[in-house]
Nanobody
Framework: QVQLVESGGGLVQAGGSLRLSCAAS????????MGWFRQAPGKERDFVAG????????YYADPVKGRFTISRDNAKNAVYLQMNSLKPEDTAVYYC????????????WGQGTQVTVSS
């Protein structure tokens, strides 16, 4: 089992940048593929970015391609989301999630961190 805690959210102007962090507990962090999701008010939770257990093969939702970068540091039990060129439509609660590498389901979730982009 793994517990996840996000940080790094905040208020930023359009065009600015933020870096989200997700700290994971447990000794088996390197077994989990990781993802970032977001949920805007009144909308469903959407996938943002994912990365394999080894750190290779990052993949992104179309709205964030070229602007967001997911990375991980297995030695620090952490995953990151660097967000550049932020837009007001990126405003949402951002969640970190984990899934066992062989599963398609994200079974573990953090509590979320708010990102607000002002125009």
């Amino acid at each position: 089992q793994v517990q996840l805690v996000e940080s790094g959210g905040g208020l930023v102007q359009a065009g600015g940048s933020l870096r989200l962090s997700c700290a994971a507990s447990g000794r088996t962090f390197s077994m989990y593929a990781m993802g970032w999701f977001r949920q805007a008010p009144g909308k469903e939770r959407d996938f943002v970015a994912g990365i394999s257990s080894s750190g290779g093969r990052p993949y992104y939702a179309d709205p964030v391609k070229g602007r967001f970068t997911i990375s991980r540091d297995n030695a620090k039990n952490a995953v990151y989301l660097q967000m550049n060129s932020l837009k007001p439509e990126d405003t949402a609660v951002y969640y970190c999630a984990a899934r066992i590498g062989t599963s398609l389901t994200y079974a573990y979730w953090g509590q979320g961190t708010q990102v607000t982009v002002s125009s």
